[in-house]
Nanobody, 124 residues
């Protein structure tokens, strides 16, 4: 069983930045693809970004995240990050850290493990 704990959410003004963090346990981190999903009120969960098992490995971003968000990982710390900049009110959502053995499953929106989520609110 994989445990994922997110932190770093909060309230930020439009145009601001925020960095989300996630710590993982229960599975060799360097063998685990990681990702961030989000769910806004009244909407379905959607993939924000994903990163394969190696540091600096292949990544996948949703179109709205390209150029504004950066996903990264530190395998020595079992940590995943999402640096978000130029935030918009439409980025308001609960952000979930996710994990799966396969990067392809993350891209397909079907990761096996999910964190509890952290709220990000962007005010206009």
């Amino acid at each position: 069983q994989v445990q994922l704990v997110e932190s770093g959410g909060g309230l930020v003004q439009a145009g601001g930045s925020l960095r989300l963090s996630c710590t993982a346990s229960g599975r060799p981190f360097s063998r685990t693809a990681m990702g961030w999903f989000r769910q806004a009120p009244g909407k379905e969960r959607e993939l924000v970004a994903a990163i394969d098992r190696l540091e600096g490995g292949r990544t996948h971003y949703a179109d709205y995240a390209k150029g504004r968000f950066t996903i990264s990982r530190d395998n020595g710390k079992n940590a995943l990050y999402l640096q978000m900049s130029s935030l918009k009110p439409e980025d308001t959502a609960v952000y979930y850290c996710t994990a799966d053995a396969l990067f392809e499953y993350m891209e397909a929106g079907r990761p096996d493990w999910w964190g509890q989520g952290t709220q990000v609110t962007v005010s206009s």
